[in-house]
């Protein structure tokens, strides 16, 4: 029941930042009614569980979204640069990277962050490592050295 009523939370707090309309009540009816038509047939699919509803993480991701951003604008400069410098190497390269996050949705996120910052791309996730494509060694090294997983892993009080 907990994690319905983070569900229904969750949903209401990112219907209202979408819609912003908290003036018209047939709009906030619509979005009560769907929200409560969302979160019933998750609940008779069997989906509000730890992976479909992560209550439990969702305060460690607000610490965390910050920390992504952040790597997303600097390796966006770092490919711009490179694209505009010719001089900048263009080294791409396929590394295996090791991982130790224990829960299914860290390993996602951790996966994901990795795709999500412009130069590296996530392509297979193994029990114990990554297949990671990286368009340079500077990209390949920070990924190693392991800073993006050490944050993934607060978020499961690692």
Request: proline fraction near 4%; include cysteine; aromatic fraction near 10%.
């Amino acid at each position: 029941m907990m994690r319905a009523l983070s569900l229904v939370i969750l949903l209401a707090v990112y219907w209202a930042l979408l819609s912003g309309q908290f003036h018209n009540s047939f709009l906030i009816t619509c979005g009560v009614v769907c929200i409560a038509f969302v979160c019933w047939m998750a609940m008779r699919m069997g989906l509000v569980d730890d992976e479909g509803a992560p209550a439990r993480y969702y305060v460690g991701l607000l610490l965390y979204v910050p920390y992504i951003i952040w790597q997303v604008i600097l390796a966006n400069w770092d490919v711009l640069k490179r694209i505009w410098a010719s001089e900048l190497p263009i080294d791409p390269r396929l590394t295996r990277i090791p991982y130790s996050t224990r829960a299914g949705f860290v390993t996602v996120t951790y996966a994901n962050s990795i795709t999500l910052t412009p130069g590296t791309v996530t392509m297979q996730v193994t029990e114990t490592e990554m297949l990671i494509h990286s368009l340079t060694k500077e990209g390949e090294d920070s990924l190693l050295e392991g800073d993006m997983e050490r944050q993934c892993k607060k978020l499961e009080g690692g």
